[in-house]
């Protein structure tokens, strides 16, 4: 069964500190994965990795997919209260079968 | 381009009530996909729409069950609530690559 695991389910830091959020998944006819940030309201947008070893960068944020291993990080550097979300990982199949991990639990305090 | 727009936002019903919810894509877009959000399970899949055809269908019992109209709205309905069924529900509009999600609709069966 396709399954998308998500560590660390809950994460506590201190503005200025840098996070890992790991993804790893287990998706037959892997085609992509993507990353979403949630707050109170409908998740946003904020990777898509098709390659292996080729790094997205945005700011402060960063991602990475190893497709021999099944895995992608989430980096965020200097963290700030403003990055307290939720982090979901979704894999997409080529059957546009669309699975979610269930997302790790950010929260930055100043 | 007008965002996704999920109705009702909020809504309150009792066990054994059935409820509809609604999801109008962005335009253009002719796939809808919905899911279910809870604290406990994360996002998880319930179908996706694509054409008026259901395309992929999450594992969720026969009381879940959904519609597409031929301007791409669409609707899920779900029958006999129960409890376990409070949740956020939220509809997201897809092209290739790409996932928008609506602000949800949170649904409470007391």
């Known amino acids: 069964e396709d399954k998308v695991v998500q560590s660390p389910l809950s994460l506590v830091v201190h503005e200025g500190d840098t996070v890992t959020l790991n993804c790893s998944y287990e998706v037959t006819n892997f085609r992509s994965l993507l990353w979403y940030k949630q707050e109170k309201k409908a998740p946003t947008f904020l990777f898509m990795l098709?390659?292996?070893?080729i790094e997205k960068k945005s700011g402060r944020l960063s991602s990475i997919l190893d497709k021999k291993e099944l895995f992608s990080i989430l980096n965020i550097t200097a963290t700030q209260t403003g990055d307290s979300a939720v982090y979901l990982c979704a894999v997409e199949a080529y059957t546009d079968k669309l699975i979610f991990g269930t997302g790790t639990r950010l929260q930055v305090f100043p | 381009k007008a965002g996704v727009t999920q109705t009702p936002r909020y809504l309150i019903k009792t066990r054994g009530q059935q409820v509809t919810l609604s999801c109008s894509p962005i335009s253009g877009h002719r796939s809808v996909s919905w899911y279910q959000q809870t604290p406990g399970q994360g996002l998880q899949f319930l179908f996706e729409y694509f054409s008026e055809t259901q395309r992929n269908k999450g594992n969720f019992p026969g009381r879940f069950s959904g519609r597409q109209f031929s301007n791409s709205r669409s609707e899920m309905n779900v029958s006999t609530l129960e409890l376990g069924d409070s949740a956020l529900y939220l509809c997201?509009?897809?092209?290739?690559?790409?996932?928008?999600f609506g602000e949800g609709s949170r649904l409470t069966v007391l």
């Open positions: 997201a509009s897809r092209e290739p690559g790409e996932l928008f």
């Open positions: 098709t390659s292996s070893g």
